[in-house]
């Protein structure tokens, strides 16, 4: 979105919660939403009992990190509509905002270059062994033998996992390093897939045939812990895994001991499983992924750059001043939902 829509202010000074942010301020928000009438509280919850006080009497509520879960939306009496900032909205208890009658938007399409420049960013890093090579030579060893072995890429086959916007603009990164590229997708046609180059396949044989798996997948039941020991186990010895896509898709107990018993290579996590940014107290030691020094861990900071985080701002708080002033929001999550439940 590239031009702000213009609002009729509501008079009414319909109250917007933003639950939590690490923005440093919320002035993106509030001039889009005092435009629209709004008035702006900006918290910073940590746990869901922060929320139920400012619940009952707000129009509206943004999340960043914080959960926004049955007991909250429940306690909402004027809730019109609840705002993700970002894709995934599963700490969005959305079938209870469905059922309560509240609308649930997201942000789309602001930050598929930056994802998937991070993915291939940590696959090139770990698969030259950039970080082995930096070690030793702060430590005064100049030798190549120090990343020993490093293989080369052209050739060699990466699997990826989840093959939508951001899977697709990871292929044509990876293609042009020469690589073949497989993915599974249970819900891409195999035209779209084809087009790209790519070879869909099951999930065993992108297992059992991939020298780098990169996972963008989203975090739903079926995908928590989509890899874990059984998984690790089928991978080819010496595999390379980046995920980019939801930390608890990947079990960090099965993949330290993948790892530290030497049957994969290395990997390369944007979150770990635990997601530090949603809990109130956090630290490495809970997670033993952080002894290994053949694994790169990034503060889920993937979607960054100047340009994307000040979208998702806008984005988000757009989507709530067009619901509050009567307009039609850009990126709904239960619209059909809804109209459904209203008909």
């Known amino acids: 979105m590239t031009e702000r829509p213009q609002f009729t202010p509501r008079t009414d000074r319909p109250k917007v919660v933003i639950t939590d942010y690490d923005f440093g301020d ?5 001039e889009i939403l005092e435009a629209a009438g709004a008035e702006v509280i900006a918290l910073q919850a940590k746990h869901e009992k922060d929320l139920l006080d400012v619940a009952p009497d707000c129009a509206a509520m943004m999340n960043q990190y914080a959960r926004i879960g049955r007991e909250t939306i429940l306690r909402m009496q004027k809730c019109e509509v609840i705002a993700r900032y970002g894709v995934g909205v599963d700490i969005v ?10 609308l649930v938007t997201n942000v789309q399409n ?4 930056e994802v998937a420049d991070h993915a291939v960013a940590l696959w090139l890093t770990l698969a030259r062994k950039l970080p082995d090579y930096d070690r ?18 052209r050739g060699r086959t990466m699997g990826i996992v989840s093959l939508g916007k951001i899977g697709q603009a990871i292929v044509s ?14 819900y891409l046609a195999a035209e779209v897939a084809a087009e790209l180059g790519v070879e869909l396949v099951s999930k065993a044989d992108l297992l059992a ?4 798996i990169l996972m963008q997948a989203p975090m739903t039941p079926d995908t928590h812990h989509f890899l874990s020991d059984a998984e690790f186990a089928a991978m080819k010895p010496g595999a390379i895994l980046v995920n980019t ?8 107990k099965a993949l330290y001991r993948a790892l530290s018993e030497g049957h994969l290579a290395a990997a390369g996590l944007d979150d770990p499983e635990e997601e530090p940014a ?14 290994l020094p053949n694994v790169l861990v990034t503060p889920h900071a993937a979607y960054y750059s100047e340009e994307s985080i000040r979208a998702a701002r806008v984005t988000a708080a757009t989507q709530v001043a067009k619901v509050l002033t009567g307009q039609k929001p850009d990126y709904t999550v239960n619209a059909e939902a809804l109209a459904v439940s209203t008909t």
């Not at 602001?110 to 270059?113: A, G, L, R, S, W």
């Not at 990164?173 to 249970?186: E, K």
Request: include cysteine; charged fraction near 20%.
């Open 26 to 30: 919320v002035s993106v928000e509030t």
């Open 93 to 102: 208890d959305v079938d209870t905002a469905t059922e309560q009658g509240i």
């Open 110 to 113: 602001y930050c598929t270059e």
């Open 136 to 153: 030793a030579t702060h430590a005064g060893v100049w030798q190549w033998q120090s990343g020993q072995p490093v293989y080369r890429l």
């Open 173 to 186: 990164r990876a293609q042009a390093f020469g690589v073949d590229v497989i993915a599974y997708d249970p």
């Open 209 to 212: 045939r991939s020298d780098y």
């Open 245 to 252: 896509g939801r930390g608890p898709t990947v079990d960090n």
């Open 278 to 291: 949603k809990r109130a107290n956090w630290t490495p030691d809970d997670n033993p992924i952080f002894t």
